[in-house]
């Protein structure tokens, strides 16, 4: 049985919330505010630039980040095959121009449907990573952008592993692995990063110093932690390509 701790809190009337699985992340679940923020932070950036056009944000999940790219775009389509997301994104999210239908994402979409896709945190959960971008591309009508994102391998796993311990991970890639498997389907690929900033950047300086080890001996972790990771927000998150690859947290591969 899932903890309370792991289950989404305060939803809206008539809003089932989703449990917290390691598969996706979720608002509204306080100890996953860190990956949450980090995650909305790309879908922020992504809306600054799909204004006015039509989008499909393939496994979209709990359905925020589509919430997020509809705020300036003219139609938004979340797609997502599970049927407890998709059911709580239809019911969540229900604003004008954003709808959410549930399917496979090689399966979905007919040809030039779109002038933008996006495929946050997913291409390293797929078995044929190849086939699902030469699908995104069909999707693209002449001119138009997709937006992929995946974990940096040598920050999320440990040093020399091949892969970190997610289990929904097949694989993970390294900068330059990352940039092949796109440019394999796509003509131009610009590749950003993603890092820490504001709060994230100081409590990483205050790592290098002892931080660890000082609020250990004082037994301040745990209320610490709950409140510093409560406060977190996407603001503390950079998207930047002018900082080396291979310390980013995430890649953001922009594809045409």
């Known amino acids: 049985m899932v903890a309370d701790l792991h289950l989404q809190r305060d939803q809206p009337a ?24 980090r995650h909305l932070a790309v879908y922020e ?3 600054t630039r799909v204004c006015g056009l039509r989008v499909v944000d393939l496994a979209c999940g709990e359905g925020y980040g589509a919430a997020t790219l509809s705020r300036g775009a003219a139609t938004v389509i979340g797609v997502d095959a599970n049927p407890d997301a998709h059911e709580h994104a239809r019911l969540r999210y229900t604003q004008p121009g954003l709808r959410f239908e549930r399917a496979m994402l090689e399966r979905y979409g007919r040809p030039a449907m779109c002038d933008a896709v996006t495929l946050l945190q ?53 900068a330059d692995a990352f940039r092949e498997l796109c440019e394999s389907v796509f003509a ?69």
């Open 188 to 256: 131009s690929v610009e590749i950003y990063g993603v890092y820490h900033a504001g709060k994230l950047r100081a409590h990483d300086a205050a790592l290098a110093l002892g931080w660890d080890r000082i609020h250990r001996r004082l037994g301040l972790t745990a209320p610490f932690y709950e409140r510093f990771t409560a406060s977190i927000s996407s603001r503390d998150f950079q998207l930047t390509a002018r900082r080396p690859l291979y310390r980013a947290l995430d890649f953001l591969a922009i594809c045409r």
């Open 14 to 37: 008539g809003v089932p919330p989703l449990a917290l699985t390691g598969e996706r992340t979720l608002p509204d679940v306080p100890a996953e505010n860190y990956w949450f923020r």
């Open 122 to 174: 997913t291409i390293e959960h797929l078995h044929n990573p190849d086939d699902a971008l030469r699908h995104l591309r069909g999707l693209l009508a002449p001119g138009g952008t997709a937006y992929i994102s995946t974990p940096n391998l040598l920050t999320i796993a440990p040093p020399g592993a091949e892969k970190s311990d997610n289990p929904w991970h097949l694989r993970e890639y390294r």
């Open 45 to 47: 950036w992504i809306a």
